[in-house]
């Protein structure tokens, strides 16, 4: 039995053949030519694959790759073990099939690089690429405005790319649409770029369904549609695109798109379907990246790793198994996965399905320290208990500060335990540091009480926080700070930090207001326009409202540009006095009418 070429002549040991591998994010090929190692076999005398190497290599350890067997192109729907395929290091779904040399970007460029070669098939690779290169002009043109690119002759780069596109070249269409996404080189345009993903997509081309995808899921250049996005990732997925394929397994684990939804100016960000919801199929599809994807998708690795170990921590779509959980989080950490390396350390501190160190649990935590904050709230308590390392509160200090200073959402547990750990060995945690300046005010600046202001603003979420933050605004109003004293006089008038009082309200806003506040100013026109505290008067909101409009400094925003009205100066000034006209157009609508029938009395 032997295993042959597309075109019947049989692949034999030092071949130098095109390996192609297609990155999930962008088009590019790591090591496309490689020198065929031997023919791979499993246990049992079946052929699977070839084992590859770089043709430079001396030995088949530096690099391996197995090219999925010719008469099962298709995936797999069931993991094969890697015990049962010695030598081989990772298995891919793609084969060599020589008429498509076409797919292959940059590969033209390599045409004298084949030449070098006498044995194995350079030659005949060489022939076919510049036959190729002749009948499909859109590769050769996408190759020379990568070289235009690189020579920063960027008129050249879009007038190629341009004409790769219209040829029909789909890389070539995605990065069209990647520059007018990012409006660099190109005027951005959303709908500009989504119209050409849409074109590469209908060419199957498995990176523009991804950014398809993600289109439809943020509504970028058309409406959000999450049905039609999750049905162009479950296509790019099966056309081989490693980043599709995590989306879906995320999607599956979590029950939305968290693969394009990663930020909550997205609608529908974080809003969980529970039927959607699927550990046994998320965990099958991380599965299937860890066994089939190439090592050069090394992020999409990283992150599978990672969410296996996870499933395997707390037991979600499988059994719990720590022995597992350290096995992946030991595979995503020896990626760069700074979260898996502090969760490697964690199961090294308390001996989870490893024995116990803590000798590495804390060189590994001192790794992603500053990275990952849940690192140094590790450090500093075992600085603090003196576990594993000697005792000392300095180093606790530093790890701690770096947990209370951080602005992260979610954290709130974390900087509650860092507090407390502070008060076990010093008197000068951040509240109560609150708690000296208010005893001692006349010792402190007002640049000095907002610095103190700034650094409690992430202990919100605890009740003496929020006294002691709404104490030293009320401090900094006192001494006559303007913006302190509108944002007192806004929580009493709401009833935010304090309790509601409009006779305290009404002080600091005026306060603030004598001092030319804006935001002071249109408060009190709100105030005058409701009957907030002040009686109510339509003639004074207004003149309130009038006296708190602001114009844009023109250093930065002209107001006329040839004569005619600067768009952004308009822009800038509906921005800043938003509230304002808002008022003034209310007290418009407000005034009672004159009735025309009424001119007989005069």
Not at 189 to 216: H, P, T, V
Request: negative net charge; charged residues 20%.
């Amino acid at each position: 039995m032997s295993l042959q070429y597309k075109n019947g002549e049989e692949i034999r040991e030092g071949d130098v053949v095109i390996w192609l591998n297609q990155n999930g994010e962008f088009y590019q090929f790591d090591q496309a030519i490689m020198k065929v190692w031997n023919v791979a076999k499993t246990n049992d005398g079946e052929l699977v694959g070839v084992n590859l190497m770089p043709p430079e290599a001396e030995s088949p350890m530096q690099m391996l790759r197995a090219l999925v067997r010719p008469n099962d192109p298709e995936s797999s729907g069931e993991i094969m073990k890697m015990s049962d395929v010695p030598g081989l290091y990772t298995i891919t779904r793609w084969f060599l099939p020589l008429q498509q040399v076409s797919k292959s970007l940059g590969l033209v460029a390599r045409i004298d690089y084949f030449a070098e070669h006498e044995r194995g098939h350079g030659e005949l690779i060489h022939q076919i690429i510049q036959k190729k290169a002749e009948q499909y002009h859109g590769i050769y043109q996408y190759y020379l405005a990568d070289q235009a690119y690189q020579a920063r002759d960027f008129q050249r780069y879009i007038d190629l790319l341009r004409y790769s596109a219209q040829s029909g070249y789909s890389p070539a269409m995605c990065q069209l649409a990647q520059q007018l996404f990012i409006g660099g080189i190109l005027q951005k345009s959303l709908e500009g770029s989504f119209n050409w993903y849409r074109e590469a997509a209908s060419k199957m081309d498995s990176i523009a369904l991804y950014q398809l995808a993600g289109c439809y899921a943020r509504a970028q250049g058309t409406e959000q549609d999450l049905q039609k996005s999750l049905q162009l990732l479950e296509q790019s997925s099966e056309q081989g695109c490693w980043a599709a394929t995590l989306g879906l397994a995320a999607y599956y684990r979590f029950g939305w798109l968290t693969c394009f939804l990663v930020n909550p100016v997205y609608p529908n960000y974080g809003v969980v379907s529970d039927h959607v919801i699927h550990p046994g199929q998320a965990l099958y599809l991380y599965h299937r990246i860890a066994s089939q994807a190439p090592e050069t998708e090394k992020v999409v690795l990283a992150n599978a790793y990672y969410h296996l170990a996870w499933m395997y921590q707390d037991g979600i779509g499988t059994k719990r198994d720590y022995e597992q959980c350290v096995y992946w989080y030991q595979k995503s950490a020896d990626l760069g996965n700074s979260v898996a390396i502090n969760n490697l350390a964690d199961k090294y501190e308390h001996g989870l399905g490893i024995p116990l160190d803590l000798d590495m649990a804390i060189e590994l935590y001192q790794q992603v320290a500053g990275r990952v904050i849940a690192a140094d709230l590790s450090l500093g308590r075992m600085y603090v208990e003196g576990r594993g390392v000697e005792q000392d509160f300095e180093l606790a200090r530093k790890h701690l500060n770096v947990v209370l200073e951080a602005r992260i959402d979610g954290i709130d547990t974390m900087q509650a335990e860092a507090m407390q750990l502070f008060a076990s060995f010093t008197e000068d945690s951040p509240l109560q540091q609150a708690q000296h300046v208010l005893k001692n005010a006349r010792d402190y600046s007002i640049e000095q009480i907002s610095e103190q202001i700034r650094k409690i603003d992430s202990f919100l979420h605890m009740d003496e926080a929020k006294q002691l933050f709404f104490k030293l605004f009320l401090l900094n109003a006192q001494k006559g700070e303007a913006s302190s004293q509108y944002q007192v006089g806004y929580w009493y008038l709401n009833g935010f930090y304090t309790e509601k009082d409009l006779e305290e309200a009404a002080y600091w806003i005026q306060k603030a207001a004598d001092q030319k506040d804006s935001y002071a100013e249109c408060k009190i026109g709100y105030m005058y326009e409701n009957g907030l505290y002040f009686n109510p008067d339509l003639d004074l909101a207004e003149k309130w409202y009038e006296r708190s409009l602001r114009t844009p400094s023109t250093a930065y925003y002209p107001e006329y540009i040839a004569g005619q009205l600067n768009p952004e100066y308009l822009k800038m000034y509906e921005q800043m006095n938003s509230e304002a006209l808002s008022g003034l157009v209310r007290v418009e609508q407000k005034r009672p009418k004159r009735n025309k029938w009424l001119f007989w009395k005069k």
